[in-house]
């Protein structure tokens, strides 16, 4: 996600956690990080904020905490680790005045059903839930059966692309 909007031209994105006390919080923060290092771009501690759960409200709270921490230095893309985080997120944008994609471009995570009925589309990060969740079911049997057991498998995700990311202004 971080690659498709450094590849639009974002170089000030933002990232809106979701719980860091969660594994997918604390992965996707991870992300973030890695993604900023690999692209060579600074770490910016008002670039950042964390939401209490994965729900609506808590986007548009965070969302709120990121653009009062980010008043001198705004970013031209937030990327969020939920879609309820971002749908929450962009009304908290809309209603301090912000045009999604024109000001800002918001990306979700999980494509969840209500991602391609919001307006704009929610652009999102789509993981492979039949591949998940047959991992899952591989790797709980070969622990039942005390096989050696990954530390960690990675499922493959794409980008689906609606309408919420554009190329930043000039």
């Given at each position: 996600?971080?690659?498709?909007?450094?590849?639009?031209?974002?170089r000030?994105?933002?990232?809106?956690?979701?719980?860091?006390?969660?594994?997918?919080?604390?992965?996707?923060?991870?992300?973030?990080?890695?993604?900023?290092?690999?692209?060579?771009?600074?770490?910016?501690?008002?670039?950042?904020?964390?939401?209490?759960?994965y729900?609506?409200?808590?986007?548009?709270?965070?969302?709120?905490?990121?653009?009062?921490?980010?008043?001198?230095?705004?970013?031209?893309?937030l990327?969020?680790?939920?879609?309820?985080?971002?749908?929450?997120?962009?009304?908290?944008?809309?209603?301090?005045?912000?045009?999604?994609?024109?000001?800002?471009?918001?990306?979700?995570?999980?494509?969840?059903?209500?991602?391609?009925?919001?307006?704009?589309?929610l652009?999102?990060?789509?993981?492979?839930?039949?591949?998940?969740?047959?991992e899952?079911?591989?790797?709980?049997?070969?622990?039942?059966?005390?096989?050696?057991?990954?530390?960690?498998?990675?499922?493959?995700?794409?980008?689906?692309?609606?309408?919420?990311?554009?190329?930043?202004?000039?």
């Amino acid at each position: 996600a971080y690659d498709y909007l450094y590849e639009m031209g974002h170089r000030n994105i933002a990232f809106l956690s979701g719980p860091l006390n969660t594994l997918s919080g604390r992965e996707r923060f991870i992300g973030y990080q890695t993604a900023l290092t690999n692209k060579s771009q600074i770490y910016k501690p008002h670039y950042i904020a964390y939401a209490n759960d994965y729900d609506f409200n808590s986007g548009m709270d965070a969302a709120n905490v990121l653009l009062t921490k980010c008043s001198h230095d705004m970013p031209t893309a937030l990327l969020v680790g939920g879609d309820m985080l971002a749908i929450g997120a962009m009304t908290a944008l809309e209603n301090r005045g912000l045009k999604i994609p024109d000001d800002i471009s918001v990306i979700g995570f999980d494509d969840i059903e209500m991602a391609k009925y919001i307006k704009p589309g929610l652009t999102t990060v789509r993981q492979d839930r039949k591949l998940l969740g047959k991992e899952i079911a591989n790797t709980l049997v070969a622990y039942i059966n005390g096989d050696d057991v990954p530390p960690r498998t990675l499922i493959p995700v794409s980008v689906i692309k609606r309408g919420t990311c554009a190329p930043p202004r000039t």
